[in-house]
């Protein structure tokens, strides 16, 4: 059947993909250690899951106004005011829309603000989804990396040379997936002004914004900038890392109220509202935001010793490859094109030989624009992460 040119061109979710074979492969007997997977490995805290099972006993079984429960974008504005936001911020409901997960969010905002002959600029190495949600809108990507020896962290220089008349969007992620780098307060502040000035929508995902290992409990985000500070902007987050709640497909959008009925009307035409027992869940966890900030704490700190586990072994064990020190997320970006060799002669190849000869499942960095690279997520216990590198460092042999 012929495809529509909205399609034509899409992939698959690499991470979904690689993940997905991980389990496979597990379910027919091999031995996986799975570092593909970019979810939290805790479950949901207990008393979230009961303010879900109480929503729907209360009759949150029906439809709630395509955005979100009112109490849950309430909430979301009262979280981002208390997260660190700029006092002159005034974000109130009418800036939320509630989405299907913050992939829905982030598609909801480039379908609405990019189309035809727009370029929107994405920095790289990129969370894997956004060239194709941008294609999606049938815009064009423009990839740029800021130097490797800075976490690949983008500042205006890099954005200059690739700034055209058609640039309309700047998709930034921080604390980055896949490479765990953080932008500072003043790194923002500089790409912020950058596109004010350009009147280019910046478009900040900050899902990962609670798993940082800094001095302070959140990474810097957009809206701790003063607004005169930010042009048109879009805030992306939701509960999916920070409360372990990837199934239940929460993520919101923050913007500008005129967007965001727009943001609205287009979910109100695609998914309608976000499924309303998960809804009841996130605002249980929103509501009760002294537990909650209690739960990421114990989450971060796991986390925190995962990520000194891993870069003090792979230091130790493989010596002869070098990283992005991660200083948030859960990902450790590494880079492996130093032992291409015949056959293994990209991400691609090397993620498969190795999966084929040690068992561990990693994603490739092609999927996220770099394929010298190839990502390991660490939210897995400290016995398959040391496992997992001892392998890798048993394998080395075929491959050095
Ligand atoms: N942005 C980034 C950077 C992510 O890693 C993910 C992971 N899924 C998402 C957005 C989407 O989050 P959600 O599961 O809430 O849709
Ligand atoms: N964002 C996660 C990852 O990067 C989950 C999978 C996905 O949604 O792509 O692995």
């Known amino acids: 059947m012929e495809l529509s040119p909205n399609v034509a061109a899409l992939q698959p979710s690499a991470t979904i993909a690689v993940s997905t074979l991980a389990r496979t492969l597990r379910s027919e007997g091999r031995d996986i250690l799975d570092l593909s997977a970019g979810e939290p490995d805790f479950p949901t805290p207990a008393w979230i899951c009961d ?4 929503g729907i006993r209360e009759g949150m079984t029906r439809y709630t106004p395509a955005p979100g429960l009112p109490a849950l974008r309430a909430a979301v504005a009262a979280g981002a005011r208390a ?3 700029h006092p002159e911020w005034a974000i109130e409901s009418d800036a939320v829309v509630v989405s299907s997960g913050a992939k829905q969010a982030l598609f909801n905002a480039c379908f609405s603000l990019f189309g035809p002959d727009d ?3 994405i920095a790289t190495p990129y969370w894997t989804s956004y060239p194709e949600i941008v294609g999606l809108a049938r815009a064009s990507s ?3 990396a800021g130097p490797e020896e800075n976490g690949f962290r983008l500042t205006p220089a890099e954005l200059d040379a690739v700034a055209t008349d058609r640039t309309r969007g700047l998709i930034l992620c921080s604390p980055s997936n896949p490479s765990g780098a953080v932008y500072s307060h003043e790194g923002l502040r500089a790409i912020a002004k950058w596109a004010r000035e350009r009147n280019v929508v910046l478009i900040s ?6 798993i940082h290992f800094g001095d302070e409990e959140q990474a810097p985000g957009l809206l701790s900038l003063a607004p005169d500070e930010v042009g048109p902007f879009v805030v992306i987050d939701g509960v999916s890392k920070s409360c372990a709640m990837t199934g239940w497909r929460i993520g919101w959008s923050i913007t500008e109220p005129a967007l965001a009925k727009k943001l609205g009307a287009l979910q109100s035409h695609t998914t309608s509202n976000a499924a309303t027992p998960s809804q009841a869940a996130a605002l249980a966890a929103l509501t009760d935001a002294e537990r909650t900030r209690g739960e990421i704490r114990s989450m971060v700190t796991a986390f925190r010793r995962r990520r000194d586990l891993v870069v003090a072994r792979v230091r130790e064990w493989l010596p002869h490859l070098s990283f992005i020190e991660p200083q948030g997320a859960f990902y450790l970006f590494l880079r492996v094109d130093g032992e291409y060799r015949d056959g293994v002669t990209d991400s691609t190849a090397w993620c498969s030989h190795v999966l084929e000869e040690t068992g561990v499942a990693m994603v490739p960095g092609a999927a996220f624009g770099d394929d010298r690279y190839v990502r390991l997520s ?7 992460l040391e496992e997992a590198i001892r392998r890798l460092a048993e394998d080395r042999a075929p491959l050095t």
């Open 119 to 121: 370029e929107v600029i």
């Open 142 to 144: 423009v990839f740029v």
């Open 378 to 384: 660490y939210a897995t216990s400290d016995d398959i």
């Open 51 to 54: 303010a879900a099972v109480r």
């Open 205 to 210: 995902d900050e899902i990962y914004r609670w």
């Open 83 to 85: 997260g660190g936001a």
